[in-house]
């Protein structure tokens, strides 16, 4: 039975490279859409506030209504009441009779001056609801337009980079697998943790990528000879050699122009 052939470190330095380019490449398409979605799920949450709110406005209107309805049967019953009293009045036998009868009229009436006072705080308030609905609808409809616009620019940017990232996001993963689990997750944690995501990063002018710390001539040449994983002290990024970082650029460079 044949041996499973060993990884250098060469290859996993390249393989974590590779896929510190990719994830770059990812990081840069999702920059161009920025704040894109946020914002339009912010606008979509508005909207839907605005709607809610105005739905809850018409269903005050509409109970208000039932109760100025009321008011007015109330009246009407009311108004039955008194004419009814009145020609009570006309048969009654005596004076305690005829007062009882008037207490009842009076009460009747007290009855319809509340009920038409009701009636005016009502119809206030139903104006009150009214012109609230009016600049509710205002702003729901500025808010709608809005929300058209960023969803035209978020669905633009979409059609032009979906593709590529859903591409990108497949070779991320097949190169994942390529590295053992240990260094992924190292990878995942460092890239976390430092500026712009990026984790692993070439020597540029003696300092490791991004940063201004000089790296000693002897540590460059540990880098260069590919034999062992080497950070920075400073960043804890992996460090590659310039020479490997070029080479495996123009290698995703071109796999990037073959999945646009």
């Known amino acids: 039975m044949a041996s499973k052939t060993e990884v250098t470190v060469e290859e996993k330095l390249r393989a974590l490279y590779d896929l510190q380019l990719i994830d770059s490449r990812v990081d840069e398409i999702r920059n161009v859409r920025g704040e894109l ?111 058209k616009h960023k969803k035209g620019e978020l669905d633009a940017i979409l059609a032009e980079t979906e593709k590529e990232e859903k591409a990108l996001l497949s070779k991320s993963e097949e190169f994942e697998k390529k590295i053992e689990a240990r260094l992924v997750n190292a990878y995942k944690r460092i890239r976390g943790s430092v500026k712009n995501g990026l984790a692993v990063v070439p020597i540029e002018r003696g300092a490791s990528g991004g940063s201004f710390f000089t790296i000693p001539p002897q540590i460059q040449v540990e880098i260069a000879s590919r034999k062992k994983i080497i950070t920075d002290e400073h960043s804890g990024r992996i460090l590659v050699d310039p020479t490997l970082a070029e080479e495996e650029q123009q290698k995703m460079q071109e796999l990037f122009e073959s999945i646009k």
């Open 37 to 147: 979605p946020l914002e339009v799920e912010d606008l979509e949450d508005e909207v839907q506030g605005l709607k809610t709110r105005v739905d809850k406005l018409k269903t005050d209107v509409e109970t208000i209504n039932y109760e100025i309805t009321s008011k007015k049967n109330m009246i009407e019953d009311a108004k039955a009441l008194i004419k009814k009293y009145n020609e009570q009045q006309k048969n009654v036998r005596n004076n305690r009779e005829f007062n009882s009868l008037s207490k009842e009229i009076e009460y009747q009436e007290l009855e319809i001056q509340l009920a038409e006072k009701h009636i005016r705080e009502h119809k206030a308030q139903i104006e009150q609801k009214i012109e609230v609905i009016s600049e509710t609808k205002e702003k729901l409809s500025e808010r709608e337009t809005h929300l």
